[in-house]
């Protein structure tokens, strides 16, 4: 369903809302899987993002959003110097991640205080995103909600479990999506909330035994 | 929100309402919310659209390859032509305002895109300076806006890779036209026709720019797709009539969208980007960019 919203917005720095805005919400969220600026990226441009990226600050939005900064600051503008003060060392590549790939596609590999996290990201247009790979693992996540991801073994009842502890705290599932590799290999789970999970909310699924790993992602969307 | 302008139209006459209203009452139906609080966000849309007219129009901003810039002030401040002083140019100048701002990575609403944002807030906020027209009235013509360019999105596309500039800003002179129509005092239904005029007169545009960069020729095509949308609603205000229904005209933009050669749909492989000079501009640019980079 269109929202008037979504056609009078998003308010953003210029000058593509799918090569600057949607390419600094990739880096907002992808930011969330270290929890914070990381200390080295390793940005690897698929499509049209490696061949008009320069020309649209697709870099300098990708680099501010690692840093945190949201699509409509003006300090996109000057990201990369930003970067050097922030002690976030970036590298840019250009790659072809596959053929089939969406044209405005950006693999990010990240490492902040020993964690590191590679995720796989599109721009679709008008600003909307998905990140569709993180850590190996397939996903869609949209950054329209506020979500939680989270690597578990394939144990029985465990999505009942996660949703327990959700509805426990008063948030409501928009969405819940279940992958695995292999039967009885490791299960990911994306689930968007309708509201922000609290810290609370995010220690007590990775206290969970058979959750190996649990990231909050934020709604990046308007 | 609504899927038709007809059904838009037909129940704003029949019910002695506006667009805006119809359209406002729809969305905070479909989003749960209240009609002052999408007031509110339009507002702080509105307050974002006067600022990138004013920073375009005192600022002396160019985008990082240089293509593009300093035009809006010679709009202000150059020599006279056969629109000297009147709205019509202020119009123009506004919109190349706001399109220098965001090839210069200013802030501005994407409104529907970022490459068609200079139309509205030139059509709009011009009006409104010219014919003392107060904020009230103005955000209530952006939710006018926000449904047509939401009829669009569903029927047809907003997306230049999708629809060529007919898309973009074709649409964005479509929502300038009808709310801009509404705000001066028209009828829903001349806001309908006002929609249709316009847009008839940018179906079949491509998407052409140079390098595939928000640039050349997007900025004067923010200033001629204002100069359409005013010509659709002086026609509309004047009683004309298109005999084509809006919805169809919507619809066919979409299907010429749909079948047009990729070449013009922002890929930089045809129309002007593909012109010899063109093709040497965009490579000299791209050089400069990364050294201004380095």
Redesign the interface.
């Known amino acids: 369903m269109v929202s008037l919203l979504d056609i009078i917005g998003p308010i953003m720095v210029g000058p593509s809302s799918s090569h600057t805005a949607g390419a600094c919400r990739l880096g907002l969220l992808a930011r969330a899987l270290v929890g914070g600026t990381p200390q080295t990226a390793r940005i690897e441009l698929h499509g049209s993002f490696a061949r008009t990226g320069e020309g649209h600050g697709t870099d300098k939005a990708i680099a501010g959003g690692l840093m945190g900064f949201r699509p409509d600051d003006e300090r996109l503008r000057t990201a990369l110097e930003i970067a050097e003060h922030e002690h976030l060392d970036y590298r840019f590549e250009k790659t072809t991640i596959s053929d089939d790939a969406h044209p405005n596609t950006v693999r990010m590999s990240l490492e902040r205080d020993g964690r590191s996290s590679v995720m796989t990201g599109s721009s679709l247009g008008a600003g909307r995103v998905l990140v569709t790979e993180i850590d190996g693992y397939p996903v869609e996540v949209t950054g329209n909600y506020d979500t939680v991801v989270l690597v578990a073994e394939d144990v029985r009842g465990s999505v009942a479990r996660i949703a327990g502890i959700l509805a426990e705290h008063g948030l409501n599932i928009a969405t819940l999506r279940l992958s695995r590799k292999q039967r009885g290999g490791d299960a990911f789970m994306v689930i968007e909330i309708d509201e922000p999970p609290t810290e609370a909310v995010r220690d007590e699924i990775r206290a969970l035994p058979w959750v190996r790993w649990s990231f909050r992602l934020p709604k990046v969307s308007a | 929100?609504y899927r038709s302008l007809a059904e838009a139209i037909a129940d704003a006459e029949r019910e002695g309402r506006t667009l805006s209203q119809v359209?406002?009452a729809r969305?905070a139906a479909?989003?749960g919310r209240t009609v002052e609080d999408?007031r509110s966000?339009?507002g702080?849309?509105l307050v974002?659209m006067r600022g990138a007219v004013k920073d375009g129009l005192t600022g002396d901003l160019y985008?990082?390859?240089g293509l593009v810039g300093g035009d809006a002030a010679k709009l202000r401040t150059g020599p006279a032509g056969p629109l000297a002083g009147t709205l019509f140019r202020d119009i123009l100048a506004r919109a190349l305002a706001v399109q220098e701002?965001?090839?210069?990575?200013?802030?501005?609403?994407?409104?529907?895109?970022?490459?068609g944002?200079g139309v509205l807030p030139a059509v709009l906020t011009g009006l409104a300076a010219a014919r003392g027209i107060g904020d009230d009235r103005v955000i209530d013509a952006?939710?006018t806006?926000?449904?047509i360019?939401?009829v669009i999105?569903?029927r047809a596309s907003?997306?230049g890779?999708?629809g060529g500039c007919q898309a973009e800003t074709g649409s964005a002179a479509a929502?300038a036209a009808g709310a801009a129509t509404e705000m001066l005092g028209g009828t829903p239904a001349q806001a309908g026709h006002a929609i249709a005029l316009t847009m008839q007169g940018t179906l079949g545009l491509v998407c052409d720019p140079l390098?595939?960069?928000?640039?050349l020729p997007c900025v004067f095509r923010n200033a001629t797709g204002a100069a359409i949308a005013l010509a659709g609603i002086e026609m509309a205000l004047a009683g004309i009539t298109f005999a084509i229904p809006v919805d169809e005209v919507i619809d066919v933009m979409g299907e010429i969208g749909r079948t047009m050669d990729v070449r013009y749909r922002e890929t930089?492989g045809g129309g002007l980007a593909a012109t010899p000079t063109g093709r040497r501009l965009a490579r000299e640019?791209?050089v400069q960019?990364?050294r201004s980079?380095g």
């Open positions: 929100m359209a406002l969305e479909d989003q999408i966000a339009l702080r849309a974002v985008s990082a390859s701002v965001n090839a210069a990575m200013g802030v501005i609403v994407a409104a529907p895109t970022a490459g944002a952006l939710a806006a926000g449904l360019g939401a999105a569903d907003l997306s890779a999708e929502m390098g595939g960069l928000v640039e930089a640019r791209l960019i990364k980079d």
